[in-house]
């Protein structure tokens, strides 16, 4: 996802929105799966974060509000420190 907002950033849209595309794809085939400790806190709700970066920078900003307002609901809920 950080490639993907490189890329818009640069503008190239093209490529930013397939870069994004492979990102989804990464992310959704490892759902289910526990994730190694130096990842685990990369969850949904840090995934739709990072898309509104790149909406953003596309210029995309409904797209982008609609992702941050995912964003807290999807926040893993932690118990303790």
Not at 13 to 30: H, Q, V
Not at 44 to 60: C, H, K, P
Request: charge should be positive.
């Amino acid at each position: 996802m950080r490639h993907a907002n490189a890329l818009a950033r640069l503008h190239q849209p093209t490529e930013s929105l397939r870069a994004m595309n492979l990102a989804e794809k990464a992310f959704g085939r490892a759902q289910g799966e526990k994730p190694a400790e130096w990842i685990a806190f990369y969850s949904r709700a840090e995934f739709d974060a990072l898309s509104s970066y790149v909406w953003t920078a596309l210029g995309e900003h409904e797209r982008a509000e609609y992702c941050l307002h995912r964003t807290p609901c999807r926040h893993p809920r932690r118990h303790g420190p």
